[in-house]
């Protein structure tokens, strides 16, 4: 037995994109011609038209096109909205195929024994869960370690176990999960390396506190944010500002990797 499921979008509860729609657009993308798409897929003309009007009137943008006139007298077209939408779209069925593959992996179809199922919605208390860029893998016997981009250009090492590296099936070039308690990160206004520690350049954006302990949100570019808790006796007063450059530490056994 095998575990299988369709990938439906919706917008306001109405099915929008459906694997059918999709392998329509990626057609009309190759023929250019609404009937050779329709042959293609196979679907009739009738149904691939009301298919396309259906997606055209949910969609913010238009998704398809019909062009009049020309050399070739015309024809249908695929707008750059509707590009994108299929480039998402590939996306989101990649992660869909790898949520199926997991399931099989952590749960006995064939008993029904779907007990393990939770922990596939696991939620983390690690504050900082940041999307990076695998750029290289330095396997060794025991431990692995890993240079991560970020979004914003700079650079994050983390060292895992070799074992976690090939259960995970992490490869170079990869998007994972960088994931940081917010206690881990230290902040200074200094910029002496330390061994074994990340050096992360931002802004503080946010600031609160109570009796025990601040929390600094920091601003590291494109959109990222790391958030660091201290004890208020830890805390160096002049850096509380908001507005000021900061940098953060991090020690590179601190981070997990999930994926």
Request: glycine share 6%; charged share 25%.
């Amino acid at each position: 037995m095998e575990l299988s499921s369709g990938l439906t979008l919706e917008i306001l509860g109405q099915p929008f994109l459906l694997e059918k729609r999709i392998e329509l657009l990626r057609a009309i993308k190759e023929h250019g011609s609404i009937s050779k798409a329709a042959r293609a897929v196979p679907m009739s003309y009738k149904s691939a038209w009301e298919a396309i009007d259906t997606m055209n009137t949910l969609s913010i943008e238009p998704i398809v096109e019909r062009e009049t006139g020309g050399k070739n007298g015309g024809g249908t077209t695929v707008t750059a909205y509707g590009l994108k939408l299929l480039e998402t779209y590939k996306v989101l069925k990649e992660e869909h195929t790898h949520f199926l593959q997991r399931l099989a992996e952590v749960t006995n179809v064939e008993s029904g024994e779907f007990k393990t199922i939770g922990r596939l919605a696991l939620q983390l208390s690690a504050r900082n869960q940041i999307a990076v860029e695998v750029q290289h893998i330095d396997s060794h016997s025991v431990n692995a370690n890993i240079i991560l981009k970020l979004k914003c250009g700079q650079i994050l090492h983390a060292v895992i176990t070799q074992e976690a590296v090939d259960n995970l099936q992490i490869q170079e070039g990869q998007t994972v999960t960088a994931l940081f308690k917010s206690n881990m990160v230290l902040v200074s206004s200094h910029t002496k390396q330390i061994k074994n520690t990340n050096v992360i350049e931002g802004v503080i954006s946010e600031i609160a506190s109570d009796k025990e302990n601040v929390k600094l949100t920091v601003d590291i570019g494109t959109q990222d944010k790391i958030v660091s808790v201290m004890p208020q006796t830890d805390v160096d007063k002049k850096l509380l500002l908001k507005g000021n450059s900061v940098k953060l530490l991090i020690r590179n056994h601190d981070i997990m990797i999930g994926r």
